[in-house]
């Protein structure tokens, strides 16, 4: 069984930055796409980045206007999501989730929320004008 655990959120000023991690454990972390998702309030969740281990990655380039960095540290099983230039609009809950990849690295895949096996708690990130 996978688990993802979020950590790094918190409260921050316009301009500022944060790191989010996604630690994963349970099955072989190099299987794995892990993505990143955010939820603001009132609103539908959104794909924010994914990546994969050979290190091919995609962001969401409306919202995060490359602002927002993914990587990945296999040896410590952990992807991380570096959000700089924070704006308000980026306040929201910020999941992580991981699907078994298949072998196809495409949009219609990485985008698909239902496509995601496991998904963190969550992590709240507040960003104050």
């Known amino acids: 069984q996978v688990q993802l655990v979020e950590s790094g959120g918190g409260l921050v000023q316009a301009g500022g930055s944060l790191r989010l991690a996604c630690t994963f454990s349970g099955r072989a972390f190099r299987q794995f796409v892990v993505g990143w998702f955010r939820q603001a309030p009132a609103k539908e969740r959104d794909f924010v980045a994914a990546?994969?281990?050979?290190?091919?990655?995609?962001y969401n380039v409306d919202s995060v206007k490359g602002r927002f960095t993914i990587s990945r540290d296999s040896a410590k099983n952990t992807v991380y999501l570096q959000m700089d230039s924070l704006e308000p609009e980026d306040t929201a809950d910020y999941y992580c989730?991981?699907?078994?990849?298949?072998?196809?690295?495409?949009?219609?895949?990485?985008?698909?929320?239902?496509?995601?096996?496991?998904w963190g708690q969550g992590t709240q990130v507040t960003v104050s004008s």
């Open positions: 989730a991981a699907y078994q990849f298949g072998g196809i690295w495409a949009g219609s895949h990485y985008r698909d929320q239902s496509r995601y096996q496991y």
């Open positions: 990546i994969i281990d050979d290190g091919r990655h995609s």
